[in-house]
């Protein structure tokens, strides 16, 4: 069985790829990299990595609810960073850590040297597993 390819309607719908991919049958899905874009496609917060990780995690949360998981159902993130300043790293890393809580799936953190939009400094992506025929992608 091919994937099912989650094309949002509620995030800006300008992306040039899915924001999720679902593994039919296996309750598997994967992310893209949530961006800290408003629905119009502009980058939020210029020069500010806490807010633009706020917005980046208000549309993984999006991309999950239509995926029909939740953050508590997410088995790794990859956080991306555009700084090669670890106080940075870390500035990203607190407000996931606030929004996760207690659910502190495993995660990898990364500093990179650019992210595919103007003025993006973050970035995050996640895989996460529902039970098969709990909740279906849209």
Known sequence: MPSELLRSTRLFPGAPYAYAAAAPGT????????CPL????RVVAPG??????RQALDNLQVTLEESG??????????VFVSSPRREDLVTAWNVVAAVF????????????AALGYENQLVEIEAVA??????SQPK
């Not at 998981?69 to 990859?78: F, I, P, Q, Y």
């Not at 597993?129 to 709990?134: D, E």
């Open 27 to 34: 309750g598997v899905i994967f992310t893209a990299g949530a």
């Open 48 to 53: 500010d990595i806490a807010g633009q990780m």
């Open 129 to 134: 597993h529902v039970t098969p025929g709990s």
């Open 69 to 78: 998981a939740r953050l508590s159902d997410v088995l790794k993130t990859t």
């Open 38 to 41: 408003d629905e119009q496609g």
């Open 101 to 112: 809580g207690d659910h502190d799936a495993p995660s990898t953190l990364l500093g990179v």
